[in-house]
């Protein structure tokens, strides 16, 4: 008889990284919280800049509190830097049973820390909720639902109340865990760059296009995207004509993708250190991005932003900081996603120009 190894796998991984029972909930007093937990152990670039706006909202509200990072990606901590609230920044293997001594390591580790507070800020992820339960914190929030249920959890909050968006969603968790009021506006992603980054962000962009002029505005278009999120050349062509004609002033640059590949017929600007290409995004007057970890890392670095989406839902993912958008494309042409540039993330004086043409 043969071995199912992949379904022997999955179930050592579930007994392997089961959540201890929670032993129900207590009121969160804020004041005894020195020490927190927040988990997401997901390797997507996106996902890590997901995290930044609880780690504000943290901030604000647990200022005293020193933050504990479970990511995934060893680039982590990198875009993590400027927080002064997160003091460490582990990571965990997309596939944690391959590498027994690391995951030995955190299972010894993570009781000992004197957490008060764990913060389960994944969506439905096994590795996210073991850490929660294993840290052994006063307090371990996370989100419930009938299906995953909210083993390890001291205070499992309804996942009606935590809406879908991947940023948003563990911020309003963690209101509700603490009682606040779920009303007030979530702060954006944010990748904190220095004032030398941004300059040299904007020293690498001028040499590429000229200085900034507020006549003539720089855009940024992205075309990398993986799977189904991915625009064909002959699209991005298209929107390139339409740009030009609809705002002829502009000076259109691609952003290369990290693996240094051109794929569009622009003069182009490869940066593949993070927090460098973060300070080229934010050099831009607008940033026009396919639904990517490198969206997530312009709308991070605060400078308008549209962002394409095709495939995946931009309730769950869109930017939405000041003058970022998420457009749904299917149904439109390359003239409309231009105008919606042109008419939403442009400077006023372009704006008004595309409006009374």
């Known amino acids: ?195 030398a980054e941004r300059v040299a962000g904007m020293a690498r962009l001028d040499e590429l296009m000229g200085p900034r002029a507020g006549d003539s505005p720089r855009i940024g278009l992205f075309a990398e995207a993986t799977g189904a999120k991915r625009y064909s050349l002959t699209f991005w062509q298209a929107l390139i004509d339409a740009l030009r004609e609809r705002v002829p002033r502009a000076r259109l640059a691609e952003i290369v993708p990290a693996h240094g590949r051109a794929l569009l017929p622009l003069p182009g600007l490869h940066t593949p250190a993070l927090r460098e290409a973060a300070a080229v995004c934010a050099a831009f007057d607008a940033v026009i991005a396919a639904d990517s970890g490198l969206m997530h890392l312009a709308a991070a670095s605060g400078v308008p932003l549209l962002g394409l989406f095709q495939a995946t839902d931009p309730a769950r993912y869109g930017p939405y900081g000041p003058h970022q958008r998420a457009l749904e494309t299917r149904g439109l042409d390359a003239d409309a996603i231009a105008a919606c540039c042109s008419l939403d993330v442009l400077t006023p004086a372009d704006a008004d120009a595309v409006a009374s043409g």
């Open 1 to 195: 008889m043969s071995v199912d190894w992949q379904a022997a796998r999955r179930a050592l991984a579930r007994r392997l990284l089961r959540a201890p029972s929670g032993k129900g909930s207590t009121p969160i007093d804020p004041a005894e919280i020195r020490r927190v937990l927040v988990a997401r152990p997901n390797h997507r670039l996106g996902n890590v800049l997901l995290l930044t706006p609880l780690l504000q909202e943290l901030e604000q509200w647990l200022p005293h509190a020193r933050v504990d990072v479970l990511a995934g990606p060893p680039f982590a901590a990198c875009l993590l830097q400027g927080y002064p609230s997160v003091a460490r920044v582990d990571t965990l293997s997309a596939r944690p049973l391959h590498h027994p001594h690391a995951l030995w390591s955190l299972w010894r580790e993570l009781p000992g820390r004197g957490y008060a507070l764990a913060l389960d800020a994944a969506e439905r992820s096994q590795s996210a909720r073991w850490a929660v339960g294993r840290s052994r914190a006063r307090w371990r929030v996370g989100i419930a639902d009938a299906d995953y249920g909210s083993g390890g959890l001291t205070h499992g909050v309804p996942n009606v109340s935590c809406g879908v968006h991947q940023a948003k969603m563990p911020v309003y968790m963690l209101r509700a865990a603490l009682g606040l009021p779920r009303d007030a506006p979530v702060a954006p992603l944010a990748v904190r760059l220095t004032d």
